[in-house]
């Protein structure tokens, strides 16, 4: 039906290849009619695609409950470590850091899967939510920095006043 074979049987008249032409359109036809078919047979229809987003968000939700478990324990475990040792390790505030950052993308994602069909307002607020916590994520940074900046300053102005008091009764 898609093929007319080697070419070493070919029609010679004028009917015959109108003939040889027009089974060849009803192959691909038939062809792209199989196709389609298939498609629309995979294709879910509205109730399947409302029950595959629940069963979306019931599986982001149990990622959430996941996410929010391991931070509570990452918060045990360095409350822990600070109250034996007295200091706070760096690659647990960061490990900590980014199991944040991850549960805030799914918290998003799953607010964002609640209603797909929301209007634009909705979505500009939700937009305008995202930049207000990255924001709010920057401004902290930045507090951090500078808290380290001054600590980092007080201890090298600590360090000469030292070295010059060293000095000073040396001679």
Excluded: H
Excluded at 64 to 90: C, G, P
């Amino acid at each position: 039906m898609t093929t007319v074979g080697y070419g070493d049987y070919s029609p010679v008249t004028n009917f015959g290849r109108l003939v040889a032409f027009l089974i060849c359109m009803w192959g691909v036809f038939i062809v792209s009619l199989m196709v389609v078919t298939l498609e629309n047979f995979l294709q879910m229809n509205s109730a399947e695609l409302r029950t595959y987003s629940v069963i979306e968000r019931i599986q982001m939700k149990r990622e959430l409950r996941n996410l929010a478990q391991r931070i509570i324990r990452q918060v045990i475990r360095m409350l822990i470590k600070t109250i034996k040792r007295k200091t706070l390790s760096i690659s647990d505030a960061a490990e900590l850091k980014r199991r944040i950052k991850d549960f805030k993308v799914l918290k998003r994602e799953y607010r964002a899967s609640l209603d797909e069909s929301t209007s634009l307002g909705e979505q500009m607020r939700r937009q305008f939510e995202y930049l207000k916590d990255e924001i709010k994520d920057l401004i902290a940074q930045q507090r951090e920095l500078k808290r380290v900046g001054t600590n980092l300053i007080e201890y090298v102005k600590a360090q000469e006043l030292k070295d010059i008091q060293s000095k000073s009764s040396d001679s």
